[in-house]
């Protein structure tokens, strides 16, 4: 008995480890629509980084976050379990609008190397306050995110999407900047808007 204990403990130890730092520090998930193209594609895996966001750091504009359904969408009925993915394109402060195809941060026109269709809707101007973040889908015009919605609050983010570990010819770390080859691909997608949960 005490040889069968010898043998597990290392084993729970490691067990232990792994799933504090899946709750704690990294977790993975997968891509299961095309609301983040050219970015990221359907059934993607990337790695979600929970620190940053733990310790209250503040987000780039530009930063890749995963989050759980704010309270409009549970309110429609979204799991509050499930979780989303975006790109953090305002904070707390900032006076944003959509007008002309583009994105207004505090007066002036975004360029987004990510966004490379003008988007086909309006935002009436607004100024986000504190605790709260914009967030929009690369893929502008098939994305359920900020436009809809509103505001998202802090609160309910999970961490930031930091590294791609699957397919593998797209290994690495997900940039703030777009290639021009990835740019070039792009398809636009108009297709209806679907289920965007995180696996």
């Known amino acids: 008995m005490a040889d069968l204990r010898a043998q597990l403990l290392p084993v729970l130890a490691w067990l232990l480890l792994a799933l504090a730092l899946r709750w704690l520090v990294v977790e993975p998930r997968w891509i299961p629509s095309d609301s983040m193209l050219p970015t990221l594609r359907q059934q993607d895996r990337v790695l979600v980084e929970k620190l940053r966001v733990r310790l209250h750091r503040p987000l780039p504009i530009g930063t890749v976050v995963v989050f759980r359904p704010p ?41 987004s190397d990510w966004a490379a269709a003008p988007m086909d809707y309006q935002l009436q101007p607004f100024t986000l306050a504190a605790g709260q973040l914009l967030v929009l889908g690369d893929n502008r015009n098939a994305s359920l995110d900020s436009h809809l919605w509103g505001p998202l609050p802090e609160e309910e983010l999970i961490g930031t999407a930091i590294w791609r570990y699957w397919p593998l010819n797209r290994f690495g770390l997900l940039s703030r900047q777009l290639s021009r080859r990835e740019i070039r691909i792009y398809a636009p997608s108009t297709a209806p808007l679907a289920a965007e949960h995180l696996g």
């Open 71 to 111: 309270p409009p969408l549970q309110a429609a009925g979204y799991d509050p379990k499930a979780a989303l993915i975006k790109r953090v394109v305002a904070r707390a402060g900032d006076r944003v609008e959509v007008r002309q195809g583009l994105l207004w941060r505090n007066g002036a026109p975004v360029a």
